[in-house]
């Protein structure tokens, strides 16, 4: 069964303190990976696709990297316009459906 | 241009009622999906409609919710004998083709009480 699993729940930062947020999953067949972020009373807003492993994307403060296993998110010097929900997501080859994870809630203090 | 739009952006409704909730995609995308999300939980896959037809409704709880694309654009969800269990934010998602990136709207907060 696709799952995706994302650590940590939460994640409180100061601004300006780098850290990564880890996507874990398994899939039959991996057609892309996902990153969205989601505001609260808001839908989730895409960031990025990933779709074979060594692959990386950055936008702004945000860099993406894929493993077979995993994905991280990685941070760098965070504002507190960042804070947010992050959610991962896989596409398998057998469906056009996402899988999502629980997300990780990250809180940036100014 | 633009996004997702779905309507209303919040329905309350007692239990044992019908509703529906209607999704407009982007312009264009012949992909529409349906998801479910509950408190502090990432969003549950419902239905997956390419053009007109229903191409994935492996999601849908039971034979209370349906789901129609009549168009191939405007989707309307619908929701027969609503429970509580059914409160959740229902958000709606369009591709272009389907294999590509899905693009969210702003979701409807449905209330059961």
């Known amino acids: 069964e696709d799952q995706v699993t994302q650590s940590p729940e939460a994640l409180r930062l100061q601004e300006g303190e780098s850290s990564s947020l880890n996507c874990s999953y398994t899939?039959?067949?991996?057609?892309?990976l996902f990153w969205y972020r989601q505001d609260p009373g808001k839908g989730p807003e895409f960031l990025f696709t990933?779709?074979?492993a060594g692959e990386e994307k950055e936008k702004e403060r945000l860099k993406a990297t894929l493993t077979k296993k995993e994905s991280f998110l990685h941070i760098t010097a965070p504002k507190p316009e960042d804070s947010a929900t992050y959610l991962c997501?896989?596409?398998?080859?057998?469906?056009?459906?996402?899988?999502f994870g629980s997300g990780t809630r990250l809180l940036v203090r100014p | 241009g633009a996004g997702v739009s779905q309507t209303p952006s919040n329905k309350v409704t007692e239990k044992g009622k019908y509703v529906e909730l209607r999704c407009d995609p982007i312009?264009?995308?012949?992909?529409l999906y349906w998801y479910r999300q509950s408190l502090g939980q990432g969003p549950e896959f419902l239905i997956y409609?390419?053009?007109?037809?229903?191409?994935?409704d492996s999601g849908l709880p039971n034979d209370r919710f349906f789901a129609v694309r009549p168009e191939g654009s405007v989707s309307t969800l619908k929701i027969q004998r609503t429970e509580r269990g059914d409160s959740a934010v229902y958000l709606c998602?369009?591709?272009?083709?389907?294999?590509?990136?899905?693009?969210f709207g702003p979701g409807t907060r449905l209330t059961v009480l």
């Open positions: 997501a896989v596409q398998g080859t057998s469906s056009y459906k996402l899988i």
């Open positions: 998602a369009s591709s272009l083709l389907g294999v590509d990136t899905q693009y």
């Open positions: 312009s264009g995308h012949t992909a």
């Open positions: 899939v039959s067949g991996l057609r892309g």
């Open positions: 409609f390419q053009g007109t037809g229903a191409a994935d």
């Open positions: 990933l779709y074979s």
